[in-house]
């Protein structure tokens, strides 16, 4: 995809003032050094499919004097890119020089001279010691999406070798001008045009990704990437939105660094930033709340969502409200707060548990309302080109909030609630989870040879990259 992966990263220079990113990334020497070779390859198919233009003219020859010639059906059919180099330019760009390269090219000749002789054949001709150097400028668009250009580009030829089929060997006098001149002006438009054709593939770069119907992260960059001699560090902002409302969350992100490792083409750093931003975008959406029915719990369980199974626990619910089934309504009253520890995640959420009687006209009547505040711990993983996870219960309190069928023993309802919590709530939730969220990527980007490890207050992913087709 000729390096399109970074050169899409360098690209997203924002308009904004500058602050602490959500989520880092590390380009690596590594990762330049495949971007190179990506690039090659690119570049060399293209190459092969210069159409050189016909050319004519008049030339002077000693001692003919003046000949009109025609350069016609000229075609590349072979190219070599032995040996090529790629320099990062602080502030700018990418530096790409290709040296040593060859040509083979094949085209038909035809000279009229002295008024009334002409000939004609064809010839091939060998072009050594070819350089190509671009400069490839890179800028974000009105949108925050990349855009490159070819700032420059100059080629030079070596030497050349022509073979001369049905010709004499004065005519060479007249490739000196075409060698010079013709071969360098298509290898650099063509170099150009190449670079040009980036443009719609960073368009797929996904600068705002839809999660769900409730939920995108925008990975705009917020400050220029800084260039080093062996890396790329790039500052992304990280940020979930409710889609539609981009509201920024009451709260800031916390700087972190990057460790330099650089084993790995790609590292991306997932600040615990990112992730509260996610729970604040879900609980105001309203999409932390679930209500349960006895239909949802497992028919093995002896406990059931009914009048009879919480009578036995809160004698008046039987004696009020009964025979009915039961409805309980679990939702948090504030977001999540999640933590990143050396190899640990945890979430504390604080909520409330509702439950209902629900009449034989469908009705619902309040029994009580709990305040639920709940400790999980979270295993984080990476599912394609997606940010995953699942969590377990570590600890769940129970206080009373509102009764409605008067005093009971709180404590007498632990094991229902933890089993709801278990069997009904974090199943569902860890569903969710397994879709997980896109990280920052483009085009047919996928991620090879990948860890991750949770560290303070941000998450490591260290990967390779492949580009599908």
Known sequence: ??????????????????????????????????????????IQKKLKTIKVPDISGTQSVSPIGK??????????????????????????????????????????????????????????????????????AVKSDETGRPTVSSVSCQAAVGSASIKFHGGASWLYNLFKSFVDKGLRNALEKQVADAVSELNPQLKTLNVVAQVDKYAEIEYSMVSSPAVSNSSIDFSLKGVFYNIGKHQEPPFSPAAFTLPPQINDMLYIGVSAFTTNSAAFVYNKAGAL??????????????IRLNTRTFGAFIPQIAKRFPGLMMKLLVKTMKSPV?????????????????????????????????????????????????LAGAVTLNKMDLTLGISYVGEFQVRSLDSILQMVLKVVVLPKLNVQLAKGYPLPTFGKMKLVNTQLKVLKDYMLIGTDVQFMG
């Open 289 to 302: 709340s679930l209500y349960i029915t006895d239909d949802m719990i497992p028919q093995s369980s002896p």
């Open 1 to 42: 995809m000729f390096l399109c992966f970074w050169l899409a990263l360098v690209a997203f220079i924002p308009a904004t003032l500058s602050i602490n990113p959500g989520v880092k990334v590390k380009l690596t020497e590594k990762g330049l050094e495949y971007g190179r070779q990506l690039g090659m390859l690119s």
């Open 67 to 136: 000949v009109q010639y025609s350069l016609s059906n000229m075609q590349i059919v072979n190219v070599g890119l032995p040996k090529s180099a790629m320099d990062l330019v602080p502030g700018t760009g990418v530096k790409l020089s290709i040296s040593n390269a060859f040509f083979s090219l094949h085209g038909n000749w035809r000279v009229k001279y002295l008024r009334v002789i002409k000939d004609h054949g064809s010839f091939d001709l060998d072009v050594n010691g070819v350089t190509i150097t671009t400069s490839i």
């Open 338 to 386: 999640v933590t990143f520890e050396p190899d640990n995640v945890t979430v504390q959420a604080t909520g409330t548990v509702t439950a209902y009687a629900i009449q034989p006209n469908a009705t619902l009547s309040p029994l009580f309302v709990l305040n639920l505040e709940t400790s999980v711990s979270a295993r984080v993983f990476v599912s394609g080109m997606r």
